[in-house]
């Protein structure tokens, strides 16, 4: 009875408890599932943010040389050139010594806008056959060179007519400039700012920067070992990517679907889940719109999470949960078996007391009924002797009879 009854108690204690344990287990890892995996995606979102600042930074760096170039040449407009040509020439030479991260510092104007001297310019350092001011400064081995530009022939660029058109600011999209001093076929963009007189455009500044520090820098930027993170212009190519086959190439090549490019195109976040660009895991995107200063056009930075690197951290806490509640249960066994133990003895005991009794008791009962046996038996054979003394008594009287009657 001890055993049965312990093992009532541990199977009735032990399943109560191991069932408590396992709903509180289930909500509490259900709970550290989702707090988990908010915070890594709001480390993601962190991670993506400073990513983007200093995406930002290197082509803000870039606009606001370009704007310092145009800011200068309006000045120089508005006070009727006084220091002439030469004078402009060297502070574009010197504002690209300056500047280290840049790889050129260029301006061109309009027929004639400049300063109405072509004429007197033409063929000269830094001007074409027919006079136009446009110089372009670029860096090389042997340091800064003036490069030989021409209006016919380059004004019709989107580096030229996008912010000569609009009046506004613009970053180019990129493009694969196949020599650039010492690089070859080398991703480039430009940073531009329209130059006005009297209030009219008549000119553009701008410089030229080169994407591969920019591409590294983003390369670099490796969440849970696994993830990384990519750059999409606004017209959906890569800058920068993992995959370096894929720098120029269009996104859309790669599985980056509309809805993602129209984000990139018109300045938009936007957070997806599902299979990544490269490689095709399971994962969190988040794309991060980049726009520097007034240029409407907008670049997209994003950063790829592994889902299973971020869950990753949701089971290991799990099975340390389900250990800690297994080592619960198996000492709250032991102790509910003790304890049961405890209380089965006094009442096995009081079990067997009461066990005796009824035995002794039973045993009574017999002895009593065999008595009550023996004496009934006793009483018949008392009523068989008197039963026969009468009839024997009987049969005197009727002798005595006879006899009377006789005499």
């Known amino acids: 009875m001890t055993m049965n009854l312990k093992n009532r108690m541990l199977v009735q204690i032990g399943g109560a408890v191991a069932l408590a344990l396992g709903l509180s287990l289930g909500f509490v890892s259900w709970k550290a599932r989702d707090i988990a995996r908010e915070l890594a995606l709001n480390w993601a979102r962190v991670t993506a943010e400073s990513g983007r600042a200093e995406t930002r930074r290197v082509l803000e760096d870039g606009m606001t040389t370009a704007r310092t170039v145009a800011l200068g040449l309006e000045g120089m407009l508005a006070a009727g050139n006084p220091a002439g040509r030469e004078a402009q020439l060297a502070m574009l030479r010197e504002t690209l010594r300056s500047s280290p991260s840049i790889f050129g510092v260029w301006c061109m104007f309009e027929p004639g806008a ?9 063929g000269k350092g830094g001007h074409d056959s027919e006079g136009s001011f446009a110089p372009y400064f670029t860096r090389s081995k042997d340091g800064i060179n003036l490069e030989l530009t021409s209006y016919a022939e380059t004004s019709g660029e989107p580096y030229y007519q996008l912010p000569l058109k609009s009046g506004s600011e613009a970053l180019v999209d990129p493009y694969v400039e196949p020599t650039a001093g010492i690089l070859k076929n080398v991703l480039m963009s430009s ?62 090549e790669h599985g980056l679907n509309d809805e993602v490019l129209a984000a990139a195109r018109e300045g938009r976040r936007l957070e997806l889940f599902g299979p990544s660009d490269n490689g095709g895991f399971d994962a969190f995107t988040i794309f991060l719109p980049i726009k520097i200063g007034e240029a409407p056009q ?71 009924a065999s008595t009550s046996q023996t004496l009934a038996q006793g009483s018949t054979e008392q009523a068989e002797l008197v039963q026969g003394a009468n009839a024997a008594l009987g049969a005197i009287v009727d002798g005595a009879k006879v006899a009377a009657a006789a005499a």
């Open 191 to 252: 940073a531009c700012v329209p130059v006005r007189k009297a209030g009219k455009v008549v000119g553009v500044a701008g410089v030229d920067l080169v994407l591969s520090a920019l591409a590294e820098h983003i390369g670099a930027i490796r969440p849970y070992g696994t993830g990384y993170a990519y750059l999409v212009a606004a017209n959906g190519v890569y800058v920068a990517h993992p995959d370096a086959s894929r720098l120029s190439k269009p996104a859309s």
């Open 298 to 368: 907008a670049w997209s930075l994003a950063l790829v999470i592994p889902m299973q690197a971020v869950m990753a951290d949701v089971v290991r806490l799990t099975w340390i949960s389900v250990g800690i509640a297994a080592t619960v249960l198996l000492a709250l066994l032991i102790m509910v078996g003790f304890i049961a133990r405890l209380i089965a003895k006094p009442i096995h005991e009081v079990s067997a007391g009461l066990a005796a009794g009824a035995e002794e008791v039973s045993s009574a009962s017999g002895h009593l």
């Open 114 to 122: 400049y300063d109405g001297r072509d004429a007197e310019y033409a």
